[in-house]
Nanobody, 118 residues
Framework: QVQLVESGGGLVQVGESLTLSCVTS????????MGWFRQVPGKERELVAE???????NYAESLKGRAAISRDNDKKTVTLKMDNLKPEDTGLYIC????????????WGRGTQVTVSS
């Protein structure tokens, strides 16, 4: 079965950087699209970054210019690097997968917590 396992979260100060990783298994990763969602208590889950099977990235306005999503098909891993972190970046960052670029996000990790202190 498909499994997504995130890592790299933690407690950081305003202005610092953090890199999150998501290791996948159980799929043909080279044809999957991947995304990162941010979940904040009391707010709806937001797609903050995604990358197509061909490596085309898209970012939410909240992270535009401060984030870089990338994929390593050999390691079946997707990475999200965030720079100049702000308190509003705080949340549970959840990795998600589409089996194909035209599909929907059907598989989810458990998330890794990012907390940015002011």
């Amino acid at each position: 079965q498909v499994q997504l396992v995130e890592s790299g979260g933690g407690l950081v100060q305003v202005g610092e950087s953090l890199t999150l990783s998501c290791v996948t298994s159980g799929s043909i990763f080279s044809i999957n699209a991947m995304g990162w969602f941010r979940q904040v208590p009391g707010k709806e889950r937001e797609l903050v970054a995604e990358i197509s099977s061909g490596g085309r990235p898209n970012y939410a306005e909240s992270l535009k210019g401060r984030a870089a999503i990338s994929r390593d098909n050999d390691k079946k891993t997707v990475t999200l690097k965030m720079d100049n972190l702000k308190p509003e970046d705080t949340g549970l960052y959840i990795c998600a997968m589409k089996l194909a670029d035209w599909g929907s996000f059907d598989y989810w990790g458990r998330g890794t917590q990012v907390t940015v202190s002011s």
